[in-house]
C-alpha cells in the first residue's frame, strides 16, 4: 500500500505554504487536494418562524461550534431579535467562548465554559445552571447527542433551534475519486457525501483517516476499514497521524 495522492475533505487553508499540509508534501513527496465534501447554509428567517420557537425566551443559549454561533446570531439579525442582556452563553471550550466577543460584550458571568478547557466540563453548567431554560442552536441532524441525553437525563429544559442545513456537495463535478490512494474525513457529513456522490463506491485500497470519534465510527459503519485516527495519545493532531502512517506508506521520502 503506497500514498502519492491524498484528498482532504476540506477548504484549502487560507495560506497553505505555511499549513502542516505543506510540510507533508515536502517530507514525502505527496500530491494533497482539497475539496469540502458539503457545505452549510444558514436557515432562512422565514423557513425558521415556522417552528414558532421563541429565541428570546430562553434565558440560556448552548454553542457547541463557532459555526453555530455565526448561523445563530445572522439569523436573529435577518428577524430582527436582540437577545436580553440577561442571557447566559455557555461553551465547551474557551476558543468557542471567546469567539463570541464578535457578537457579544464579554462578561465572566454571561459567557461559560468547560472547566480546565475541558469539553465535558459543558455538563457541570448545565447542572450549576439548571433552573434556565436552554437553547440549542443547532443543524438539522447535527444536534449533540451527548447534550440532549444528559438535558433529559436531569429534566432540565431545553430547545433545539435548527439555524442551518447541510447542503452535499456534487464530488462528481469537482474530482475524480478514483484518483487519491487517501482521503480525509473531518465530520460524518463527509461520508454521507461520499456515499450520495457514489452509490456504488468501494473501498478497496484507498486509505481512510478520521478526526474525531464520531468521524470514525461513521466510516466503520459503512464496513469500510479505518487506517489513520487522530486525536489519540501518539497522534494528537490529523497532520500527526497522517505522518505518521506515511513513514512506511509514502511512494517516496525526501
Same mark, same amino acid.
Given at each position: 500500500m503506497k500514498v502519492k495522492n491524498v484528498l482532504i475533505s476540506q477548504n484549502a487553508p487560507a495560506d497553505f505554504e505555511? %499549513?502542516?499540509?505543506?510540510? @507533508?508534501?515536502?517530507?514525502?513527496?505527496?500530491?494533497?487536494?482539497?475539496?469540502?465534501?458539503?457545505?452549510?447554509?444558514g436557515v432562512t428567517g422565514m423557513d425558521f418562524r415556522k417552528n414558532k420557537i421563541n429565541l428570546a425566551e430562553h434565558t440560556a443559549v448552548v454553542f %457547541?461550534? !463557532?459555526n453555530t454561533i455565526d448561523y445563530f446570531f445572522q439569523l436573529t !439579525?435577518? @428577524?430582527?431579535?436582540?437577545?436580553?442582556?440577561? +442571557? !447566559?452563553?455557555?461553551?465547551? +471550550?474557551?476558543?468557542?467562548?471567546?469567539?463570541?466577543?464578535?457578537?457579544?460584550?464579554?462578561r465572566k458571568r454571561k459567557i461559560l465554559f468547560g472547566k480546565n478547557n475541558n469539553p465535558n466540563g459543558i455538563f457541570d453548567l448545565f447542572l450549576k445552571n439548571k433552573t434556565q431554560k436552554f437553547l440549542i442552536p443547532c443543524g438539522e441532524d447535527s444536534i449533540? +447527542?451527548?447534550?440532549?441525553?444528559? @438535558?433529559? !437525563?436531569?429534566n432540565i429544559n431545553f430547545t433545539p433551534a435548527v439555524v442551518f442545513h447541510t447542503v452535499m456537495t456534487d464530488l462528481k463535478k469537482e474530482i475524480?475519486?478514483?484518483?487519491?490512494?487517501?482521503?480525509?474525513?473531518? %465530520?460524518?457529513?463527509?461520508?454521507?457525501?461520499?456515499?450520495?456522490n457514489y452509490p456504488d463506491f468501494e473501498q478497496k485500497?484507498?486509505?481512510f483517516a478520521a478526526l474525531g470519534l464520531n468521524t470514525a465510527a461513521a466510516i466503520q459503519a459503512e464496513g469500510w476499514d479505518l487506517q489513520i485516527m487522530a486525536p489519540t495519545k501518539l497522534t494528537p493532531s490529523i497532520t500527526t497521524a497522517i505522518s505518521l502512517f506515511l513513514k512506511d506508506h509514502a511512494t517516496r521520502k525526501r
Open positions: 505555511k %499549513s502542516p499540509y505543506s510540510e @507533508l508534501t515536502k517530507k514525502f513527496s505527496i500530491n494533497i487536494d482539497f475539496c469540502k465534501f458539503f457545505q452549510l447554509e %457547541s461550534s !463557532k !439579525k435577518e @428577524l430582527r431579535i436582540e437577545m436580553p442582556e440577561s +442571557t !447566559k452563553y455557555i461553551c465547551p +471550550t474557551d476558543q468557542v467562548a471567546h469567539y463570541l466577543q464578535k457578537y457579544v460584550q464579554y449533540n +447527542t451527548q447534550y440532549v441525553e444528559y @438535558l433529559e !437525563k436531569h475524480d475519486i478514483q484518483k487519491y490512494d487517501m482521503i480525509v474525513f473531518f %465530520s460524518p457529513h463527509g461520508i454521507v457525501s461520499l456515499k450520495e485500497e484507498i486509505v
